[in-house]
Structures are given as C-alpha cells and as structure tokens.
C-alpha cells in the first residue's frame, strides 16, 4: 500500500515561512489531482492549494498570493512553501493526491497530516 510522507511542518513566527513536502512511497498512476488541506480546531477540512490534472493550480482566497504549490507527477511529491505566514494559518495540513487507478472508482491517497503551529 503506498502512503504519503509528508515533513516541513513546525513552529514559526508570525510573518515567517515554512516548506512542506510530500512524498508518496511508491508509484502512483494517472495522477488527477494533487493538493494540500488544512484542519484547524473545531473546524472542517478545507482546500488550502491544488494542481488538478491539466489545470491551472488554484488556492483558496485566504491564502492567495502567500503559498505557492508545486508538484511532480513522475516523482509523485508535492510541496508547498508558505510565506507571511500568519496567526489563523495553525492547523494541521494534508497532502492529499488523488488517482483515476484502479479504475473506474480510483483512489484517494492521504498523508498522515504535518502540525504548522504560528505564534505570535
């Protein structure tokens, strides 16, 4: 079973940066999606950044112009480097990637989730 390993995650300042990587196990084909969500507590699991398969990457409007995604189907990894980063971005993040194989359901693969702690 492949899993995803994800590092990067900790402790910073307010204002500060943080790189988070995520790298699968083994191979994963037909790669349609690849992205990071966050949970914060007492809230849902949102969509923080995405690269979708033939598409342009999208972010959600809060963290718009800070984090920037990046990923790499052959070496089935995904980062995301963070910057300016701030109070309300605490929470644990999720890379997640999803794949058409097998077909037809396909799968979704998850990390085991990185702590990304912000302090003032």
């Known amino acids: 079973q492949v899993q995803l390993v994800e590092s990067g995650g900790g402790l910073v300042q307010a204002g500060g940066s943080l790189r988070l990587s995520c790298t699968a196990s083994?191979?994963?084909?037909?790669?349609?999606?690849m992205g990071w969500y966050r949970q914060a507590p007492g809230k849902q699991r949102e969509l923080v950044a995405a690269?979708?398969?033939?598409?342009?990457?999208n972010y959600a409007d809060s963290v718009k112009g800070r984090f920037t995604i990046s990923g790499d189907n052959a070496k089935t990894t995904v980062y995301l480097q963070m910057n300016s980063l701030k109070l309300e971005d605490t929470a644990v993040y999720y890379c997640?990637?999803?794949?058409?194989?097998?077909?037809?359901?396909?799968?979704?693969?998850w990390g085991q989730g990185t702590q990304v702690t912000v302090s003032s």
């Open positions: 083994g191979s994963i084909f037909n790669i349609n999606f």
């Open positions: 997640n990637i999803k794949s058409d194989s097998p077909f037809p359901v396909g799968y979704d693969y």
């Open positions: 690269i979708p398969r033939g598409g342009s990457t």
